[in-house]
């Protein structure tokens, strides 16, 4: 095999880690694609490392131990995750896009993967440290911000449904109170997550809470701990929502003007 030039080696490298996020990599897979040695791909990692902090692109971390290496995390600084998300909400904010009921049209958004993939990233970077084992969604707007949080963080993303698919095998069913205060029903394959793993949900909007609350409910059934709940956008009306703890990048405002008007402004933690 041919010398492997630098800059052709750290571009691999970064495309090799950028693509398996918060995947670990060992010294040696590298030392064996590359032709070098530990101490050169050493080095390598470092300027990845401080090019990658410098223009605020995300992190490279070293993991220590047996089966240690190093990953890449596409962490968002809250700077860059607040004037991501600002942008976001004057896509949204206005009239036109305000539907009957008091919700907001944002499809178009939530299928641009350059945006959900912005989204995806702010939201997993909050949760890194919480290490869980897979992402939880309800089908189907929220399914595209959940797989984006999911790959961002290296994690299945597992996919609740309204009733349960015969090629999924058998399932749990439960009946929750919808934020609407309907009775609906929620299911699970049985084989889609195991006992004592550690779940986050994400969602694309909040309001009451009901199907967030039937979400922690189902994983109950399974005896799963709920390490976090995140969505895309939350109303501020009802103030006291059937979940705790939630965290929302946008908030949504309907005014009393004629016409209403769609108002949507960043979280407050960000």
Not at 65 to 72: D, I, L, N, S
Not at 137 to 146: D, F, L, S, W, Y
Not at 171 to 182: D, E, Q, T
Request: charged share 25%; with cysteine.
């Amino acid at each position: 095999m041919d010398k492997v030039r630098r800059n052709e080696r750290m571009s691999a490298m970064m495309k090799l880690l950028a693509s398996s996020p918060n995947q670990i990599f060992t010294l040696n897979s590298f030392c064996e694609i590359f032709g070098s040695a530990k101490s050169t791909m050493s080095e390598d990692i470092d300027l990845l490392r401080t090019v990658l902090e410098q223009y605020d692109l995300g992190r490279i971390d070293t993991v220590t131990g047996a089966a240690g290496g190093v990953r890449f995390r596409p962490i968002v600084s809250r700077a860059r995750a607040r004037e991501t998300i600002e942008g976001i909400c004057r896509l949204l904010s206005g009239p036109e896009r305000l539907l009957p009921g008091g919700f907001l049209y944002n499809s178009d958004i939530l299928s641009t993967p350059d945006i959900v993939n912005q989204m995806g990233a702010i939201l997993a970077t909050e949760y890194y440290d919480r290490e869980p084992d897979f992402v939880l969604t309800m089908e189907t707007k929220g399914i595209p911000v959940a797989f984006a949080t999911a790959n961002a963080l290296g994690v299945p993303l597992v996919i609740a449904r309204h009733s349960s698919k015969v090629y999924e095998g058998s399932a749990v069913n439960i009946n929750y109170v919808s934020g609407s205060g309907n009775i609906e029903t929620m299911s699970l394959s049985r084989r889609a997550v195991r006992e004592n793993q550690h779940a986050l949900i994400v969602d694309d909007f909040l309001r009451g809470g009901g199907t967030a609350r039937g979400m922690v409910e189902l994983m109950r059934e399974f005896n799963i701990s709920v390490i976090g709940m995140a969505f895309v956008m939350a109303t501020l009306e009802p103030e006291n929502k059937r979940v705790s703890g939630a965290k929302t990048l946008m908030t949504l405002r309907v005014t009393d003007s004629d016409p209403a008007e769609a108002i949507v402004t960043p979280a407050d933690w960000l």
